[in-house]
C-alpha cells in the first residue's frame, strides 16, 4: 500500500488506509481491468479496427471512455451524465480530441490512433508498477488477516474493500510448518 500511495502522489505508510487512498485504490482498480484491454488491443494491432466513432464495439469503448475518464477529461466525456456508455460519440471524440493536443499529437478526434493509444497506456502504466499487464492470482494462504473497509464513492452508494493486513509469509516462516 505504501507503494502504490506513493506511486499515485498519496501519503500511506502501509498499515492503514485512509479514505482518498481508499478512493485513490478503488479507482485504480476500476480502471486496470480497461488498460489491459486497450493493451491487448495495442499488441494485438487491433486499434484503427475497434476505437472509431460509431463503433459498435461498446465493451472496448467503454473501456478507453473509463482510461480517458482517469486521465481527467470527464468535462469532454460529459461524465456526469453519460460514465462508461460504450458509444464513440461527440463526447469521446471530444475527449480523445483533448487528450490527443495534450500530448502534442494531431487528431480531430474522430479514432484513436495507436500512438494516442500508447500514449494512454504510457501516461497510466506508472500507476501500476511493473507487472501491471499481467494478471496474477494471490492464493488465499497468502493473507494471515483480512480487513474490509467501507468506502463511500462519490455519493453513488459504497464499495467493500479489502485491505490485506501482511501478505505472505516469509518462506523462513512457511517452512517451519
Same mark, same amino acid.
Given at each position: 500500500?505504501?507503494?502504490?500511495?506513493?506511486?499515485?502522489?498519496?501519503?500511506?505508510?502501509?498499515?492503514?488506509?485512509?479514505?482518498?487512498?481508499?478512493?485513490?485504490?478503488?479507482?485504480?482498480?476500476? $480502471? =486496470?481491468?480497461?488498460?489491459?484491454?486497450? /493493451?491487448?488491443?495495442?499488441?494485438? #494491432? *487491433?486499434?484503427? &479496427?475497434?476505437?472509431?466513432?460509431?463503433?459498435?464495439?461498446?465493451?472496448?469503448?467503454?473501456?478507453?471512455?473509463?482510461?480517458?475518464?482517469?486521465?481527467?477529461?470527464?468535462?469532454?466525456?460529459?461524465?456526469?451524465?453519460?460514465?462508461?456508455?460504450?458509444?464513440?460519440?461527440?463526447?469521446?471524440?471530444?475527449?480523445?480530441?483533448?487528450?490527443?493536443?495534450?500530448?502534442?499529437?494531431?487528431?480531430?478526434?474522430?479514432?484513436?490512433?495507436? $500512438? =494516442?493509444?500508447?500514449?494512454?497506456?504510457? /501516461?497510466?502504466?506508472?500507476?501500476? #508498477? *511493473?507487472?501491471? &499487464?499481467?494478471?496474477?492470482?494471490?492464493?488465499?494462504?497468502?493473507?494471515?488477516?483480512?480487513?474490509?473497509?467501507?468506502?463511500?464513492?462519490?455519493?453513488?452508494?459504497?464499495?467493500?474493500?479489502?485491505?490485506?493486513?501482511?501478505?505472505?509469509?516469509?518462506?523462513?516462516?512457511?517452512?517451519?510448518?
Amino acid at each position: 500500500m505504501r507503494i502504490f500511495a506513493r506511486r499515485n502522489s498519496l501519503d500511506g505508510d502501509g498499515e492503514e488506509v485512509s479514505t482518498p487512498l481508499a478512493m485513490k485504490l478503488l479507482a485504480r482498480h476500476d $480502471a =486496470l481491468d480497461e488498460l489491459q484491454r486497450l /493493451n491487448t488491443d495495442l499488441q494485438a #494491432g *487491433d486499434i484503427d &479496427s475497434v476505437y472509431y466513432r460509431n463503433s459498435p464495439h461498446e465493451e472496448a469503448l467503454a473501456a478507453l471512455q473509463t482510461l480517458l475518464h482517469e486521465l481527467g477529461f470527464d468535462a469532454e466525456l460529459n461524465w456526469a451524465r453519460y460514465r462508461a456508455d460504450g458509444d464513440y460519440g461527440t463526447g469521446t471524440t471530444r475527449a480523445v480530441n483533448a487528450f490527443a493536443r495534450q500530448q502534442g499529437i494531431t487528431s480531430d478526434g474522430e479514432q484513436l490512433t495507436t $500512438a =494516442l493509444a500508447r500514449r494512454i497506456v504510457a /501516461n497510466l502504466r506508472p500507476h501500476y #508498477g *511493473d507487472e501491471w &499487464s499481467t494478471v496474477t492470482p494471490i492464493p488465499a494462504a497468502a493473507f494471515r488477516e483480512l480487513r474490509t473497509r467501507e468506502v463511500q464513492r462519490g455519493g453513488k452508494g459504497t464499495d467493500q474493500i479489502v485491505i490485506a493486513r501482511r501478505s505472505c509469509p516469509r518462506a523462513a516462516d512457511a517452512s517451519r510448518g
